[in-house]
């Protein structure tokens, strides 16, 4: 398949008044064309701020100090680190080539102005269209992502929206411009299970019919199996594993993957099999020395562990794991 | 937006004090337009056997020191007292938001050097820096709204930069930001119209801090010059003689109540018309 995106060494940090906070140390990853790349990793992993360096979104104090983003565009690679965050060719994809959705549906969209205004305004800037045009379109696309009666619902206001049809609507947004990635961070959370569901298979349909690429950011698992086709494992700002999503689930060889895959409840066990959660808690992200960063918390640490941050390895074809155990 | 606008003028006519309020400002409005036709005597006239007379049939609210007419010299003073009221807070107003925007938003050295001269602002009683700049640029009814729309503009930029801080923050601004918006277009469309609520509040509430500030310079001699009226001259020197003749101070204090009132009336009528929440 072809990439779309590729993360090359990404150093994303945050210098604050307590020291420099790493929350991106060194991440590599691809996205393929019209597939789902699921991110998965506990709070402050560094999951939300990858996002943002790809958007060029990561506000002072936080900055990108190293690594490449390079953006695949009709034949032409370009290195979004490169370019100015604020300038017009970075605009130009924001929103139109690489859009984005955000965890709380309640506050992502201005209580001021109807469902509307709002879509028709991110129409808008990218396309030139006229305002019954554009009134035209955002009414197509609130019946793509299944809006009953879409010409009612346009002149509504947010408050008068559940936090399904919000997120609903922030997603019509997001695609009104058919980006060719949408990064969806931790868009189901706030939503309870039933409606989960049914916005994952909006989302997936959408996938299809647009034929957008998905960067599916969350901290649950199940979500995870059901969207991705990718998964890379996050922790403490790195990659710990990367596979397909079958290979993450079958065969998790990473302790901290093996650690959260022994978390997820299963309907399936007899009541005495407990959950084994993984010991201790996060370490504070200033803190974190020449090691693993799961050094702390792992049941198989080793000598090297404490002194040598382990690389990606390959475990098997496009299965990669970064810990000693398997480093040759 | 067509439905929008309707439906907050629908909840504006539907407040009684709203619209009440908006009666009263077009009856004091009406008024001071009209004053040379609709006052009974000529305001600086002086009848010397009439001062300091009590309201009766020939001078409704009484006589002052010099024999004026007190109502006449109310009819006449409302052109000064509103038009300095409402063009230093207009200007104050679109200043000192612009300012507070700004600031809020682009945080830095920017916000540091804004918020800190308002801070230095503010630290002043507010008569007391509209009494530095008349003195820099002398005195006049022109110099006297810059002066007061100077006091006033510091208000407004903490008003207005406490909510920009939280907002830009917000779910909203990021995701225009994730959309390309430009900063400009953050601000005017996704950060003003939902600050400007308790501004527009407050800015009916600082009318009235206006007319009282034009009315303490005209004390001291730096703002309105006798023999002209405004509400605030009068109350002044209604204070001087109150022992003698309570009416020369109770009738323009009276006055400035009424029109500050009436703005305030309209100010929470407009509060509530500008909420999206309470339209249907």
Partial sequence: ?328 | MTRKKRSALAVFRESKIAIAGSILIVVVVSIAILAPWVSPYDPREQKVVKRLQGPQADYLLGTDHYGRDILTRIIWGSRTSLTVGLLAVTFAGLLGTCLGIIAGYKGGWIENFIMRAADVFLSLPSLLTGLIVIVALGSGISNVVIAISVALTPRFIRLAHGPTLSLKEIGYVEATRASGGQEIRIMLRHILPNIIGPIAVMATLWVATAIRIEASLSFLGLGTQPPNSSWGLMLKSGVDNIMISPYLAVFPGLAIMFAVMAFNMVGDGLRDALDPKLQG
Avoid at chain 1, 90 to 114: D, K, Y
Avoid at chain 1, 145 to 166: K, T, W
Avoid at chain 1, 209 to 222: K, P, S, V
Avoid at chain 1, 228 to 234: C, E, F, L, S, T
């Fill in chain 1, 1 to 328: 398949m072809a990439k779309l995106i590729e993360v090359k060494n990404l150093k994303t940090n945050f210098y604050t008044i307590g020291g420099v906070v790493r929350a991106v140390n060194g991440v590599d990853f691809t996205i393929e064309r019209e597939k789902t790349l699921g991110v998965v990793g506990e709070s402050g992993c560094g999951k939300s701020v990858t996002a943002l360096s790809i958007m060029r979104l990561i506000q002072p104090p936080g900055m990108i100090d190293e690594g490449e983003i390079l953006f695949h565009q009709k034949g032409k690679v370009i290195d979004l680190t490169r370019l100015n965050a604020k300038g017009p060719i970075m605009r130009s994809i924001r929103g139109n080539e690489i859009a984005m959705i955000f965890q709380e549906p309640m506050t992502s969209l201005n209580p001021v102005f109807t469902i509307g205004d709002q879509i028709m305004e991110s129409i808008m800037l990218h396309q030139r269209l006229g305002k019954d045009d554009a009134r035209d379109k955002a009414v197509e696309m609130l019946k793509a992502v299944g809006i009953p009666s879409p010409e009612v619902r346009i002149g509504e206001y947010p408050h008068q929206l559940s936090g399904g049809m919000r997120q609903r609507a922030m997603i019509a947004m997001a695609i009104s411009c058919k980006p060719s990635l949408l990064i969806a961070d931790e868009p189901t959370t706030a939503l309870d299970v039933t409606i989960q569901a049914q916005v994952l298979n909006l989302m997936n349909g959408l996938r299809t019919e647009f034929q957008t690429a998905i960067m599916f950011i969350t901290h649950d698992l199940g979500v995870i199996a059901h969207m991705a086709d990718d998964v890379i494992v996050m922790y403490l700002g790195r990659v710990v594993e990367s596979g397909t999503v079958r290979q993450i689930f079958h065969n998790p060889t990473h302790p901290y993957t093996r650690g959260l895959m022994n978390s997820i409840p299963s309907l399936a066990e007899t009541k005495e099999k407990r959950l084994i959660p993984i010991e201790g808690v996060v370490p504070d992200i200033l803190d974190v020395g020449g090691g693993c960063g799961f050094e702390s918390r792992c049941p198989d640490k080793m000598d090297i562990c404490k002194r040598e941050v382990p690389i990606l390895t390959a475990i098997s074809l496009g299965h990669h794991s970064a810990c000693w155990l398997h480093a040759k």
